[in-house]
Nanobody
Framework: QVQLVESGGGLVQAGGSLRLSCTAS????????MGWYRQAPGKQRELVAS??????????DSVKGRFTISRDDVKNSVYLMYLQMNSLKPEDTAVYYC??????????????WGQGTQVTVSS
C-alpha cells in the first residue's frame, strides 16, 4: 500500500504563487508515477500534471508555463512530490488531489489518492 498526504493549499490573490506538497509513505519503491488532479465545483476531475519514476513530466495545457511538478529522492522512508503554482488565476480554484500509481504485483498497478487540499484564488 501507498499512503498519500497533501499540504500547502490555501487562499491567494490572482497572480500569486503556492506550492503543494504530497508525502508518500508505505511501499514507495513500487511507485511508477505520481501526479496531481484537481476538481472545481460542478466540474469533472482533471489531470493537472504528472511525473514518472524516470522524471518525465506532463502538464495540462491550461497550466503549462505556470505550474512545475517535481519530486525529491526518497528520504527517511518517504517520497515527496511538489506542485509549484505560479501566476495563479481564479480558474485554478479547485481541490487538488495527489495520486500515485504503484505496482501491487509484477502485473497489477494500483492507484492511491490523497485526501485533497483546497486552493482558492481570488480575483
Amino acid at each position: 500500500q501507498v499512503q498519500l498526504v497533501e499540504s500547502g493549499g490555501g487562499l491567494v490573490q490572482a497572480g500569486g504563487s503556492l506550492r503543494l506538497s504530497c508525502t508518500a509513505s508505505g511501499n514507495i519503491f513500487s511507485i511508477n508515477a505520481m501526479g496531481w488532479y484537481r476538481q472545481a465545483p460542478g466540474k469533472q476531475r482533471e489531470l493537472v500534471a504528472s511525473i514518472t519514476s524516470g522524471g518525465r513530466t506532463n502538464y495540462a495545457d491550461s497550466v503549462k508555463g505556470r505550474f512545475t511538478i517535481s519530486r525529491d529522492d526518497v528520504k527517511n522512508s518517504v517520497y515527496l512530490m511538489y506542485l509549484q503554482m505560479n501566476s495563479l488565476k481564479p480558474e485554478d480554484t479547485a481541490v487538488y488531489y495527489c495520486y500515485a500509481d504503484w505496482y501491487s504485483s509484477s502485473y497489477d498497478v494500483q492507484r492511491s489518492w490523497g485526501q485533497g487540499t483546497q486552493v482558492t484564488v481570488s480575483s
